[in-house]
């Protein structure tokens, strides 16, 4: 029994750590949770595609939103991915005070959209389209209100790999951020255009 025993942790112990290379399951355990984020997205649409039309005799989307305002705000989040596009052309060519420059457009661009987008709030909010007014509401603030939150932490982290390569420079792990950053800056970009088609759009249509 003691020789089966020796066996079973030999065979559940390795006596060191196989090597990996430095970053190399970086990329791999970012597109997990993206496909997470996915996940999440995917309920809160489909959550708004059940209560969208429950205005509870309400306003509706033809009443309260501003078609301009929003693609307004849609040009701003695309403009913002074509300027981190430049941003890493920039830094496989190792120039990293043009990058930079990219980058701070970038941000500019993510720090406008979400101005207009609190601004859009607030007008909704004065007009009594509070989320607790409705159904329609309640999903329509927590879709649009979660894609902000993630443009915000966004920004947040640009600032923050700004910091980090003006001090440390384009070594490899900033290299390997920045290009996790540009994934999930394009993954927003994606799902505010499922957003401004599915609520807005389509809400104007109904």
Known sequence: MSE???????????????HHPEGSSTMLGFWMYLMSDCLIFAMLFATYGVLGTSYAGGPGPRELFDLPLVALNTSMLLLSSITYGFAMLNMTERRQGPMLAWLAVTGLFGLAFLSIELYEFAHLI??????????????????????GLHVLFGTIWLVVLMVQVRLKGLIPANCRRLMCLSLFWHFLDVIWIGVFTFVYLMGMLR
């Open 4 to 18: 089966m025993a020796g066996v079973n942790r030999d065979l559940f112990h390795l006596p060191e750590e196989p």
């Open 126 to 147: 004065h007009e009594g389209a509070v989320p607790q007014r409705s159904a329609f509401l309640s999903s329509f603030f927590t879709l649009v209100g979660t894609h």
